[in-house]
């Protein structure tokens, strides 16, 4: 178990040419330092998603990703170009792993270190396994350690953070589930209509809507192998989001977002996640508020367990009494970052990841958190943006042979859509009839149950007011998997299929 201990960083003044001592002061001085960075660093996962635009505030900042969504058109994005063998991919900490031990990966990292200083690197997902092939290179984990993002990922840990902060939950119990009977007996405070997670799990994989024992039946293997899992009372609810930055001055937090949750159009999980709407009028200014005091209360005690850097939170909004919940953490960037880090209140000052990186370049710098969180909190600096992740719904195997290429697509009135230019990120999407499109399955991969296909962001909502799928997002997600030709397989390789989401 993690014990609560403060992180000793080492901070290192920024030294002048006069040899005169500077602290950076404030969010000029940050962004300006950035800019002029001579450290290489990294972010490897299996897709750039999560970091997009990195490269354009950090110099000398690159992507090293096992798949290529921009087909080696983007500038700053590395790919090894052979396969080399390994076992079979499980998970993202398997695809990282598998990159660290690559040879062209192994040779880029060198030529570019500056002599002993191979640099620093960001992660989406890492295991100690990560960390000893990191450090066998050089690398330097620009993150808490393995053991620690494990101990805060786990939904029954992050309750009991939450309760120490102060963050209410909805009613729930911990406990470990020998069978039906044991159920019923643990949770008779919360009623018969349930919710269960198990520690750990993505995009709704492990999250189970129990009311009877049909239903109990169906997941039962999933719930009684775990030692502890977590049981909440069922709640009419609407799912958002908040990213926010444990930095050494405070927690920096973001706005609250809508979350997209459970559409079939879009994945085959009831509980998945499966995008995001950021704009300015979503929810109240007391509900906004109370969401962000809840954050930094979370966040500074994380910093008391000894987390720091980049986190983000799902809220649940009980649609029956108004009241907001937390529902889980994620202890690292996600698939809500690129919606955080691209939207006007991140541009006008500088996207989170600058601040969670700041806190690894073991330099010192001073920063008004507070300014900044009231600054972000103005409606005014929120602009309308929606993100849709699209997966494949069918239980099918299939192989692609034909896929749409990243990049800007422009939707006519009759509901086709064309590419009409390359960007390699939202930054060029002018109007909602034009979607940045980032594929994540290509021409010659295969599609499985819960496949990501890919990421498409647009200005505007994708929502109505009442939660649902606008017509607008019915159209693209139509038109999107129009631009897929695949083939069902019957025989398949089982070394295709990766489950979890490459996303989140």
Known sequence: MITKKTIQTKKVAVTKKDNSIDVL??????????????????????TNFNMLGADEW?????????IECFDGLHPNVFSPNEEIPHDEFTCIEDINNYLLQHPEVQNYLKTRAKGKNVGKAMFLMFDEQTEKLAKKLGLEIMFPSAKMRTFMDNKVNTNRIAEK?????????????????????????????????TPFGDSGHTTFFISNEKEFKKYEKEIVKEKEVKIMKRINCRGSAIEACVTRHGTIVAPLMTELVGFKEMTPYKGGWCGNEI??????PELREK????????????????YKGYFELDFLIDQDNGE???????PRVTGASSITNHAVFALADAPLFIFHIMEWMNVDYKLDVKAINNRWAKQANIDSWSQLIIKHTEETVEYISEAPKSGIYKMFDNGHIQFDRLDTHRRAVETEN??????????????????DIGILVSRGRMMSDD?????????WIKAIRGKYASEIVEDHKEQVLLSGSLTK
Not at 25 to 46: M, Q, T, W
Not at 58 to 66: M, R, S
Not at 439 to 446: A, E, L, N, R, V
């Open 58 to 66: 950090i110099k000398g900042f690159k992507f090293i990703c096992h």
């Open 324 to 330: 907001i919940y937390l529902g889980e953490l994620n």
């Open 467 to 475: 939660f649902e799928l606008n017509e607008r997002a019915k159209q």
């Open 279 to 284: 704009y300015p009028d979503a929810f109240s």
């Open 25 to 46: 002061d404030g969010v000029p001085d940050i962004r300006r330092f950035f800019y002029k960075n001579e450290v290489p660093l990294y972010f490897i996962s299996a």
């Open 434 to 451: 034009e979607a940045f499109f980032l594929h994540i399955s290509k021409k010659g991969d295969y599609l499985y149950e819960g496949a």
């Open 165 to 197: 902060a102060g963050v209410p939950c909805v009613p729930y119990v911990l406990s470990q589930v020998i069978d039906f009977k044991h159920l019923n007996k643990v949770s008779k405070a919360l009623g018969t209509d349930l919710v269960i997670q």
């Open 291 to 306: 969401a962000a005091n809840y954050t930094q209360l979370f966040g500074n005690q994380l910093r008391e367990e000894g």
